[in-house]
């Protein structure tokens, strides 16, 4: 952690959240890591609330994201393996609970690309892909992402003991690849962000055309309040 600037891990979470914020109504967004030692007995953890609150693991907006992410830091001790399985899980969980096209759930994981649960993953995502959910993984730092891109399944859809991915429903990109040489991070993290986004839309459209899904009809136009002005002479 440099006290002066954000890490990548940091960097990447504000240019993605920043713009994936504004689909969320409520901007509550749970936050968890995985792969660490939690305080007080040192139990290796791949699902914990960042914010240390496991009953409402909610951060209020990117910036309490962020917060939460800093803390969390300073508390836990990060450690392997490198498990993506129980977050993944933990996410469809919620999403196998409203498939009636009133919620669509994005799980994105930063992560630095090494994966101790592939086969799990694997079958994590198979049975996620029937569900109204999208994964954006992003890749920090200089790994090989070789199991990313397999992840990401956009030349071999993902498959799991012979069953295939009813949808691709991942998406992966390296952070490194939008590091400006020349310091120029705004112009960089717009392109991260609109490249982590690319497939959202039509992986969200394929979820609701498949279940038979319309949209709602759109809210009535806004019509300002007419005053009526009454004078006396």
Do not use: W
């Not at 910036?63 to 990060?78: D, H």
């Not at 490198?82 to 009133?102: E, Q």
């Not at 759930?105 to 994966?115: P, S, Y």
């Amino acid at each position: 952690m440099n006290p002066y600037q954000l890490n990548a891990y940091g960097m990447a979470l504000k240019a993605v959240g920043e713009i994936v914020q504004d689909y969320d109504s409520d901007k509550m967004f749970p936050a968890l890591g995985f792969g660490a030692k939690l305080p007080p007995d040192g139990r290796i953890s791949h699902e914990f609330a960042l914010n240390g609150n496991p009953q409402n693991p909610y951060c209020d907006g990117i910036e309490g994201v962020m917060e939460a992410y800093y803390r969390s830091l300073k508390s836990v001790q990060l450690y392997g393996p490198t498990n993506f399985a129980p977050v993944i899980n933990h996410v469809a969980r919620y999403a196998s609970s409203v498939k009636d096209g009133s919620q669509y759930f994005v799980l994105l994981i930063v992560t630095d690309g090494v994966i101790s649960d592939m086969a799990q993953t694997k079958e994590s995502i198979v049975n996620a892909s029937k569900l109204p959910m999208s994964i954006i993984i992003v890749g920090v730092g200089p790994a090989e992402f070789d199991a990313m891109v397999e992840l990401d399944g956009d030349d071999v859809r993902v498959s799991s003991r012979g069953k295939y991915a009813e949808r691709d429903i991942v998406q992966f990109v390296p952070f490194r690849d939008y590091i400006d040489r020349s310091g120029n991070h705004i112009l960089s993290m717009a392109r991260l962000a609109k490249d982590v986004l690319a497939e959202i839309p039509e992986q969200f459209l394929s979820y609701m055309r498949t279940r038979g899904i319309k949209p709602s009809p759109a809210p009535p136009p806004y019509t300002p309040p007419t005053h009526v002005l009454h004078t006396q002479i």
